[in-house]
Each structure stands twice: as C-alpha cells, then as structure tokens.
T-cell receptor, first 113, second 112 residues
Framework: DQQVKQNSPSLSVQEGRISILNCDYTNSMFDYFLWYKKYPAEGPTFLISISSIKDKNEDGRFTVFLNKSAKHLSLHIVPSQPGDSAVYFCAASVRGRDDKIIFGKGTRLHILP | DAGITQSPRHKVTETGTPVTLRCHQTENHRYMYWYRQDPGHGLRLIHYSYGVKDTDKGEVSDGYSVSRSKTEDFLLTLESATSSQTSVYFC???????????FGDGTRLSIL
C-alpha cells in the first residue's frame, strides 16, 4: 500500500511559467515532508522540506505548500528554468520516531523552451 | 555534499553469484541507508544503520544483508543474486534523526 503517492508520472511546462508538482499521502502520522530532485545518473539531492506545523515553506524559486486536512502537498517552481528538468520525489516521515523516509514514485518534469 | 562514494558504479554478474556493494562516507554521519530504485516504484529502503554494528530492515530487505563495521562504511550484500535484484542501488547518509538524507550517485547492477 502506497503511503506517499505522486499520481503524475510526468509533467511538461514552458520555460518561465510555474511548475506545480503534487503529492498525496495516506498516513496521518507523517509530520515531516521533503522534496528531492534527481538528474539522470546522479543520486537524488535534497531540495526543500516542510514540517506539519507550517503550511508553507519558501526557498528562492521553490515553495512547498502543505494541506494537512487534505493530506496533500505541492511543490511550486517559479519561474521554471531548463535546469529544473529532472525527476522530483516527494517523501514523508514521522519525526521523533525513526528516520525512515517513505518516498513517492517520482514525477518527471520537462521544461520546454 | 556529504562526500558519499559508492563502488562499483556499474556491475554485471550472473544469477546465483554473491555481490557486495560498498558505500563510503567522509562526513561522519551516524545514519546510513541502502535504497533501490526501479521503474514504477521510486526509491525503496532495503536496510539502514543507526550506528556501527546497528542495522535494521527496510521495506524490501529479503535477499539482502548489510554490515557496518566502521562509521564510514556500509556494505550491502546479495548472497545469491537473482534477476529481480537488477536495479539501481543508492546509498544515503544523514547526520541525525529528521535531517534530510544525502545520496551517493548510485550503482547500476545487472543480474543476467
């Protein structure tokens, strides 16, 4: 049973526009959420995180929004750039219990020129 | 970057042979992890370690064993490789609980 779901395998966005990547989770105990970015032939790299006590966290062009009642989070990238083309993984964990992070299957983002 | 080196980066071997993948870190992180990435499955945790000689199973641990005799090294062993273990394997580390994990660049393993 998938606890972290990324229902869009891929997404194409025009350069300069906003990219919105979505993630849903089923475990209401999750209280820490992360986004990772992965280029081909490289390992995932941490992008941004959010604690459940917040509903928004911003870092430059990247903003993560958390809707706890809907068990949904989204990553906004504004403006989208060619270097943003990658696979994005959503992940979640329960703080204070253990450090096992559950990953979604990933969404491949294509930034179109 | 956490200074994580995985070796080998690529390996092709035959069914039934033993395989050991190595992860080496230079950041003295306490936690180390092994994941596999497969199409349609994302990243799945195989085993992890929370200290020297302290390890535990992850989501897909069957057919795999691990060892951590030093802080900096975490070994993943396939005792008798099967074709279903063909995958890309990633090692990760983290400094403490609830900190983002840092990943190595992966090992592409093909079992023929």
């Amino acid at each position: 049973d998938q606890q972290v779901k990324q229902n869009s395998p891929s997404l194409s966005v025009q350069e300069g526009r906003i990219s919105i990547l979505n993630c849903d989770y089923t475990n209401s105990m999750f209280d820490y959420f992360l986004w990772y970015k992965k280029y081909p032939a490289e390992g995932p790299t941490f992008l941004i995180s959010i604690s459940s006590i917040k509903d928004k966290n911003e870092d430059g062009r990247f903003t993560v929004f958390l809707n706890k009642s809907a068990k949904h989070l989204s990553l906004h990238i504004v403006p989208s750039q060619p270097g943003d083309s990658a696979v994005y993984f959503c992940a979640a964990s329960v703080r204070g219990r253990d450090d096992k992070i559950i990953f979604g299957k990933g969404t491949r983002l294509h930034i179109l020129p | 970057d956490a200074g994580i080196t995985q070796s080998p980066r690529h390996k092709v071997t035959e069914t039934g042979t033993p395989v050991t993948l190595r992860c080496h870190q230079t950041e003295n992180h306490r936690y180390m992890y092994w994941y596999r990435q497969d199409p349609g499955h994302g990243l799945r945790l195989i085993h992890y370690s929370y200290g020297v000689k302290d390890t535990d199973k992850g989501e897909v641990s069957d057919g795999y064993s691990v060892s951590r005799s030093k802080t900096e090294d975490f070994l993943l062993t396939l005792e008798s490789a099967t074709s279903s273990q063909t995958s890309v394997y990633f090692c990760a580390t983290s400094d403490s609980l609830n900190q983002p994990q840092h990943f190595g660049d992966g090992t592409r393993l093909s079992i023929l």
